[in-house]
Nanobody
Framework: QVQLVESGGGLVQAGGSLRLSCASS????????MGWFRQAPGKEREFVGA????????YYANSVKGRLTISRDNAKNTLYLQMNSLKPEDTADYYC????????????????????WGQGTQVTVSS
């Protein structure tokens, strides 16, 4: 199995920045596509961003394009989400996920296509 642990969440003012990390262990990190999802209270979990196994290709939700950047360091078995120009609507619990079956690019956007999930880290953006 794969274990994923998120960190880096916290409280930040609107317009500020945070960098989330997701540490992976258990299996070869570079074999997995990785994604970030978030869920605010009372709302459904939504896609934030994803990255291919090598890191060559990235995907983003329209709501975060230009503000959030996903990256990975396979040598460190770590996934990152750099969050800039944060808005109150970014407030949510953020989860990283790993997937090993991607037959089309559209799968990156679908939570049900991921096989492993972290426990989440909370991000709160004040007005």
């Amino acid at each position: 199995q794969v274990q994923l642990v998120e960190s880096g969440g916290g409280l930040v003012q609107a317009g500020g920045s945070l960098r989330l990390s997701c540490a992976s262990s258990g299996r070869t990190f570079s074999n997995y596509a990785m994604g970030w999802f978030r869920q605010a209270p009372g709302k459904e979990r939504e896609f934030v961003g994803a990255i291919s196994r090598s890191g060559a290709v990235t995907y983003y939700a329209n709501s975060v394009k230009g503000r959030l950047t996903i990256s990975r360091d396979n040598a460190k078995n770590t996934l990152y989400l750099q969050m800039n120009s944060l808005k109150p609507e970014d407030t949510a619990d953020y989860y990283c996920a790993a997937g090993y079956t991607y037959y089309t690019d559209t799968y990156y956007y679908q939570a049900e296509k991921y096989n492993y999930w972290g426990q989440g880290t909370q991000v709160t953006v004040s007005s």
